[in-house]
Nanobody, 124 residues
């Protein structure tokens, strides 16, 4: 299994931007499909974005398409989520995720390793 540590969450006004980072341990980072999920209070954990192993292809939930960009740096064992034009409905705990399945990994049941989560709060 891979160990994941997120950073970069915080409080931002609507329309603002945040960049989340996820650092992974281990020497097999490039063998994992990497993604981000989020969970708002009282709601199910939902898919946000995923990246192929090489980073050449990315997949997004319709709710974030055009606003969020996922990227990965296999040399640094890190995956990023750039979030622009944030909305109050983006408020949630964001989780980095690693999967041995091919992308897209839209279900939490596809995930083998989770980070601890980072809070993102968007005020109106």
């Amino acid at each position: 299994q891979v160990q994941l540590v997120e950073s970069g969450g915080g409080l931002v006004q609507a329309g603002g931007s945040l960049r989340l980072s996820c650092a992974a341990s281990g020497r097999t980072f490039s063998s994992y499909t990497m993604g981000w999920f989020r969970q708002a209070p009282g709601k199910e954990r939902e898919f946000v974005a995923a990246s192929s192993r090489s980073g050449g292809n990315s997949y997004y939930a319709d709710s974030v398409k055009g606003r969020f960009t996922l990227s990965r740096d296999n040399a640094k064992n890190t995956v990023y989520l750039q979030m622009n034009s944030l909305k109050p409905e983006d408020t949630a705990v964001y989780y980095c995720a690693a999967s041995s399945f091919c992308p897209p990994i839209r279900s939490p049941t596809d995930i083998g390793s989770w980070g601890q989560g980072t809070q993102v709060t968007v005020s109106s």
